[in-house]
């Protein structure tokens, strides 16, 4: 999502610009030690050896919207991929959703979704718990956050339902702004990333929401790993 905009929230919050200081994991060396205190087990680890390292995980978003602004639309397509220490799972949470609004043709234009294709389809109320589930307590890689939080903050809020990730800055990614600063006047969509790094599409992909989210964890990963 490459669209600019300014969202309202009853927590204002800062955010980060520089999403790719990845601090590396540092080995640590362990003594032997076996004993037991108040109840808990030591555990007991052979000396100078590095305990098994838990896989990073993170989640890359992409949403398609029915507007620009919550003001205007909602939210009619989400996509989430999991991203472990680097490499795509194949772990995929992905709705076409009913707005429960007509959808202009002005908009159906743009993003490919009409009235038809989203009848009978879940609401967002009807997703938004596996959608908690499935992103866990992980950070989201998001192509303009700003803009899919917004989305995101005002459809939790028609639902009164708590999502911690809305008043949690330092779990949003930013690429966007990240590849603005690299890129100063230049384009950055995803279309145009792809281009000038020669990044492939994904196999088997026909969804555009889906295969915006793989592609932006193959952008994210490139960089991140090159920092």
């Not at 472990?84 to 908009?107: A, C, M, Q, W």
């Not at 384009?187 to 990044?199: G, H, K, P, T, V």
Request: aromatic letters at 10%; proline letters at 7%; one cysteine or more.
């Amino acid at each position: 999502t490459t669209v600019q905009t300014v969202w309202t929230s009853n927590t204002p919050m800062a955010w980060t610009l520089n999403p790719f200081q990845i601090t590396p994991r540092q080995p640590t060396q362990t003594a032997q030690l076996t004993g037991y205190d108040a109840g808990a087990a030591w555990t007991r680890r052979l000396p100078h050896t590095q305990p098994p390292e838990t896989p990073m995980r993170l989640i890359i978003l992409d949403t398609e919207t029915t507007g620009l602004s919550p003001a205007e639309g909602r939210i009619v397509e989400i996509a989430a991929v999991e991203m472990l220490d680097g490499k795509l799972t194949g772990r995929e949470f992905h709705h076409l959703l009913n707005p429960e609004h007509p959808i202009s043709e002005v908009i159906t234009e743009i993003i490919g979704i009409n009235d038809a294709m989203v009848a009978g389809k879940p609401t967002f109320a009807d997703i938004a718990q596996a959608f908690i589930d499935f992103v866990g307590n992980d950070k989201l890689v998001v192509h303009n956050a700003e803009f899919d939080r917004a989305f995101l903050d005002f459809e939790f809020f028609n639902i009164d339902l708590d999502w911690p990730h809305l008043s949690k800055p330092e779990l949003w990614i930013d690429t966007l702004a990240y590849f603005k600063e690299k890129h100063p006047g230049e384009r950055c969509s995803l279309d145009a990333l792809c281009e000038r790094y020669q990044i492939q599409e994904p196999e088997g992909t026909n969804l555009d929401t889906l295969r915006d989210a793989k592609i932006l964890g193959e952008l994210y990963f490139k960089f991140s790993t090159s920092q």
